[in-house]
């Protein structure tokens, strides 16, 4: 899974109920490597993770 600052993350809840997360990438691993540290939209947490199969990356593109 690659990513780029500025992309968004959604992490699909784990159970029946439970909301989505969403968060923006601010800073990447190599090549656009995980661990990808993220500003959740919610609460404006900071966190490091290493996504899994539940966490969909929304690709950004950058404006001419």
Request: net charge negative; aromatic share 4%; hydrophobic share 30%.
């Amino acid at each position: 899974m690659k990513a780029k600052v500025g992309d968004h993350l959604v992490v699909k809840g784990h159970q029946v109920g439970e909301r989505e997360r969403h968060g923006e990438v601010l800073e990447v691993g190599d090549k656009g490597d995980p661990p990808f540290r993220i500003r959740w939209v919610d609460d404006g947490h900071e966190s490091t993770i290493y996504p899994g199969p539940d966490v969909i990356i929304e690709h950004h593109q950058a404006k001419h």
